[in-house]
């Protein structure tokens, strides 16, 4: 890779990085596009010939957790585990990230639902997310603990399905358990989808 590119990413990732600090300090709406250029130490100038708006700037961060979420997998599935301590390990994951990064997940979750409402801008979200949690699936049935007797689709969606109540419940409820609500949902979408459930 040569310097201009390398400088290209690392700017691109100064500017997520400062936009996941204020996003959770001051939220989306408080914080405009010159916060983010002077926190991420460019020019107003520079930040727009990296992003046209705030939207892509949420869209960036997206795509970043799910590199994440993509990394994440890819060392757990070079891992001798059985599928249920895969998911586990996925859930487990999303605490620790409210935890390094306090109130950036809740505020980013909550921007992004109203997109729900636009299939052009939520589907293409959706599919990187499933494509994610699809290849437990798939690794699973390989080695002969997930469950046959339904469309690998379907067992993903219930995956995802799960995952993504438990955040909405923990951003909607301040009271909200996380860790101990997370560790609970994980062992029931596990034992739910492993070949187990199927011989019950």
Request: charged fraction near 30%; proline fraction near 4%; include cysteine.
């Amino acid at each position: 890779m040569g310097a201009r590119e390398r400088n290209k990413r690392e700017t691109h990732a100064r500017i997520l990085k400062a936009a996941k600090i204020l996003y959770a300090e001051r939220g989306v709406a408080g914080t405009t596009a010159d916060d983010l250029a002077q926190a991420a130490g460019v020019s107003r100038a520079t930040f727009f010939n990296y992003f046209r708006s705030k939207d892509d700037v949420l869209a960036a961060l997206w795509a970043d957790e799910m590199d994440l979420l993509a990394a994440f997998i890819d060392q757990h599935l070079a891992l001798p585990l059985p599928t249920r301590e895969r998911i586990r390990r996925v859930f487990e994951a999303v605490v620790r990230s409210t935890e390094r990064h306090p109130g950036y997940l809740e505020v980013v979750t909550a921007e992004l639902e109203p997109d729900l409402a636009r299939p052009e801008v939520s589907a293409p979200r959706n599919a990187m997310f499933h494509a994610q949690l699809r290849r437990l699936v798939d690794a699973g049935l390989d080695q002969g603990d997930v469950r046959t007797d339904h469309d690998p689709e379907l067992l993903t969606e219930m995956i995802g399905a799960v995952y993504l109540s438990v955040l909405r419940c923990w951003r909607l409820d301040h009271t909200y358990d996380l860790p101990a609500r997370s560790a609970a949902a994980a062992t029931f979408i596990a034992e739910a989808v492993t070949a187990e459930a199927a011989r019950g």
